[in-house]
């Protein structure tokens, strides 16, 4: 069974960003990256299913810079068989990244593509259903937990107040969520494994895309805390201003 897994190099969270002189993207100094959490579920749901079947070849894909290599290795350390990383500028227009990653994924044969439901950078939700429905593939999204069954795929998914099932043939592309795929932590006989193990860098020139980023600013300062009183009596105060201040009211 042939699976690959799309990655993303992305900011981590708790690193505090700064916006670049040229006003629409990040300054890249002091930044650390991480791989997006969601695709990180996503590899931990490919690791599992080859474990589970006792076979499969698992590949991981990004499209990014030289430094995503580091990314890579980690996967590779994780558990996957082999890495490709498409150099090239992957920037927010989800339809150009898929067109980017399209003849690479197709020629791998997959019978199983999994990604993050979503990046915790741009927060979009684009990238799986388009490269699925470029491939051709049925596609399920938010998916917390599936199994395979015979030559389906059976997906939980979570949905508003609910829970919900779905069914799909084989091939097909999932996008994971948080659930079931709490991800490893790399072994030290997966680290040295790791080195071993191939990884593909290959140029891509990345196709125009249809959505830019025109302006990008941080959110205003929050402003300090206003004590107005303790108590019922300070209830007609509260309500006068956030009538006439705040304008919620």
């Not at 799309?6 to 900011?11: E, Q, S």
């Not at 994780?78 to 992957?90: E, F, M, P, S, T």
């Amino acid at each position: 069974m042939q699976i690959v897994v799309v990655l993303k190099r992305v900011p981590d969270t708790d690193t505090r960003v700064r916006v670049a002189e040229d006003g629409f993207s990040l300054d890249p100094g002091g930044v650390r990256y991480v791989t997006n959490p969601y695709d990180e579920f996503a590899l931990e749901a490919a690791l599992r299913i080859r474990e589970e079947r006792g076979e499969g070849e698992i590949t991981a894909i990004t499209l990014g810079e030289e430094s995503a290599q580091e990314m890579l290795r980690g996967a590779l350390a994780a558990g996957a068989d082999r890495a490709i990383l498409l150099r090239g500028r992957a920037g927010s227009d989800g339809s150009a990244v898929a067109r980017a990653l399209l003849p690479e994924v197709e020629a791998l044969g997959p019978d199983l593509v999994l990604f993050g439901m979503k990046t915790i950078d741009d927060d979009q939700e684009q990238l799986g259903p388009m490269l699925a429905t470029m491939l051709r593939l049925p596609c399920a999204t938010a998916v917390s937990e599936f199994e395979i069954e015979g030559s389906h795929l059976r997906c939980r998914r979570e949905v508003e107040g609910a829970r919900e099932w779905v069914q799909l043939p084989l091939p097909a592309a999932l996008t994971i969520t948080k659930g079931a795929y709490e991800p490893r932590h790399p072994s030290l006989k997966g680290i040295m494994a790791a080195k071993k193990k191939p990884l593909d860098v290959r140029d891509v020139i990345v196709p125009p895309g249809r959505m830019r980023v025109v302006e990008m600013r941080l959110p205003p300062e929050r402003q300090g805390a206003k004590f107005i009183g303790e108590g019922p009596d300070a209830v007609p105060e509260l309500v006068r201003r956030l009538r006439g201040e705040a304008g919620v009211l």
